[in-house]
């Protein structure tokens, strides 16, 4: 086979909705596209969760959970903040069926091939474009070059920086005996949890109907919290504070974040996709009912990756296309390590960049 035009390293959130527009039917220049994934195991993310920001009418509506129209954000006091996002969505995507429905377009793209491979280095070629080397299942070596490469692996460590912060958080799905939740309104940030001494904390609530929610603690701060932490903090805020009464749980998401200022480091062909390029983003005191940079992130809105695709169509250099960052991995103390936990992570974009209240961080490449 002949060397594609676009090799993607890593088959998360943001390497699948590259895969997902790159191969768009109806271009007048088709591209030709390898996507190279972790055999089954531990590198393998299980079942995770996202959303964003987006009009209604998006490529990805068909597969969503659910979308809601009205937001809502509590103060430390109980005081409450509404405001509808029109001509926004806030929409929640589980990874399963947005794989499902990237999967339908790519089973059906001639010029596509899915590789199964553990990736260890991601360099230039010596002849141009990129190279991606791997070793198959049984061990063999595996070379795929390309003229543009996509690497959407995080890194293994962070870079230096100025700025160095977590958000960590776990949630669960949960299911009340009655009904408690609004399904028209998601709390965005609800500041009535105990703050931690460095940092800050807010509960997350996303109602799915109105026994039905995806309810998280989050902090942001240096240091992650033991399990026992986040199971304390989880038990106050859905009963002291939501007073859901009798609940069950039905599955469980925890997460890891890095947020910094530290630059990334790519090769001439070869660029990272956002879920490689952790940035630092301005963290919000707990009384503010504004909705500042959160830094949480998923998959590319049609806002981004068509910036992509025409780089690529137009052969023009891989570097200025623009990539929303995707959740695709997780930190700790010894650095990235895949999720264990399933849900993985809920996110938080607006379609182009940052919302208007968030002015000091719109160069970032997180999530507002």
Known sequence: MPDPDVVIVGAGAAGLSLAYHLCAPGGAVPLSVVLVDAPPGPLRAPPRTWCFWEPPGGPYDSALAASWPQLRVRAADGAATVARSSPFRYKMLRSDAFEALVGHRLSAAGAFRRIEATVTAVRDAPDGGGEVLAHDARGEPVVVRGRHVFDSRPPRRLPPARTTLLQHFMGWFVRTERPVFDPTTADLMDFRTPQPARGLSFGYVLPLDPHTALVEYTEFSPAPLETGGYLNALHHYTQEVLELGEFRVTAQERGIIPMTDGPSRTARAVRCTASARPE??????????????????GPSPPGCAPDGRRACRHRTEPGRARWTRSCCGRWTAAGWTAPTSSPASSAVFPPSGCSASSTAARRSTRTC
């Open 280 to 297: 630092a983003r301005p963290v919000p005191p707990p009384a503010t009912p504004s909705r500042p940079c959160s830094g949480r992130a």
